[in-house]
């Protein structure tokens, strides 16, 4: 979103005196978070450094790269550099949260103590430890993103928003945080409130499949849908990979069989099959891959998954030849004789840019 100038300068003072963080060094380390995710660059990853230390040590992971001059001109660029930057916020960091304690001592008197100490310490426990560490550990998933992002609650109120870690990750340009009708975010109710008094502008949100009438095949404005969507699409997907190793572990218990060997595996593909390759535990793998071969349904939906994936993984391809590819995809499903590939095909086909 674009910030009017007001508000723009309110929220850099108030980093200052509420936190004492640089606005350069926060968006290079949080860019390059972004950028590295769960690699050994990522700045605070609880995957590659432990839950423990990024909930525990959040605040000291993000000070020591702060220090890295590398990240700072690597991904610092395009941050506030103007005179009060550079002779103030910059300049005389920590001097903020002194002020901060000295207004609330003023205005509480000894009580300002403890409210000061509250909000010293609410970014590196609930930011730097909560959403850095958490954020990507535990909590649910809308989205199969490339990360380990986790959404913590679906009521993004006490940490601004940021709860919604995994819908952020999915959509980082989107200036709202909550996408499913049960989720909210209370940083997006300041926006819209800033945009009413004409303070803000926002560029970007999440898109949202719309559906229309279905096309009679699948063309270019499908494809755009679909690449636009994907990560929507793919959610879908996967409900429905889900429910078809649910109806067949149904049915192979109501065939009485006593084959628990292969009730297990199946039990296992209903807990991991949906979701990417690379996110099954390696323990469960082996397991997971053999219910799939043994059941036709299943094989065929996680390759027909793939085959759908290479529509937007794949580089090198003209759009004529995706647009090719989408058509003998939905052609196929059509004629897969699966009830849950069908229905998919005509919503494809039904999705509109
Ligand atoms: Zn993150
Ligand atoms: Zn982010």
């Known amino acids: 979103m674009d910030l009017g100038a007001i508000p723009s300068h ?53 000070r020591s790269e702060a220090k890295n001059q590398d990240t700072l001109k690597k991904f610092g660029h395009n941050t506030p550099d103007d005179w009060i930057e550079r002779n103030l916020y910059s300049r005389y960091s920590w001097q903020g949260v002194a002020l901060m304690l000295i207004v609330d001592v003023a205005l509480f008197g000894a009580l300002g103590a403890t409210v000061w100490a509250v909000q010293m310490l609410w970014i590196p426990v609930n930011a730097a430890g909560i959403i850095n560490g958490l954020g990507h550990w535990w909590g649910y998933r809308n989205f199969e993103a490339a990360d380990a992002s986790t959404n913590v609650s679906p009521w993004g109120i006490v940490i601004g928003g940021e709860e919604l870690h995994n819908n952020h990750h999915t959509y980082p340009t989107s200036a709202k945080f909550s996408v499913k009708p049960f989720e909210f975010d209370i940083g997006w109710g300041y926006i819209r409130a800033l945009e009413l008094l004409g303070l803000a502008r926002v560029r970007k949100t999440a898109p949202q499949l719309k ?19 994907r990560y929507e699409v793919m959610a879908k997907y996967a409900v429905g990979l889900r429910a078809a190793c649910k109806a067949e572990l149904a049915a192979l218990q109501a065939s009485g069989a006593k084959n628990s060997a292969r009730l297990a595996e199946l039990r296992l593909a209903k807990r991991w099959l949906h979701r990417d390759a690379d996110k099954i535990p390696a323990a469960v793998k082996a397991q997971v891959d053999n219910a ?35 058509q003998a995809w939905c052609h196929k499903a059509e004629q897969s004789g699966i009830a849950t590939l ?12």
């Open 10 to 62: 309110f929220f850099r003072f108030w980093l200052w005196i509420g936190t004492g963080m640089v606005t350069k060094e926060w968006v290079a380390i949080h860019r390059k978070h972004h950028a590295k995710c769960e690699t050994e660059d990522d700045p605070h990853s609880p995957q590659t450094r432990g839950i423990k230390t990024v909930l525990l040590t959040g605040s000291e992971l993000y």
């Open 211 to 229: 559906l229309g009438a279905v096309r009679p095949v699948a063309d270019s404005k499908t494809l755009e849908a679909l690449i636009a969507n």
């Open 292 to 326: 799939c071969q043994q059941t036709p349904v299943l094989s065929k939906l996680v390759t027909m998954r793939e085959e759908l994936r290479a529509l937007w993984t794949r580089t090198n391809v003209s759009a004529e030849q995706l647009v090719v590819d989408l």
């Open 342 to 353: 069908q229905e998919f095909a005509l919503r494809l086909r039904a999705a509109h840019a």
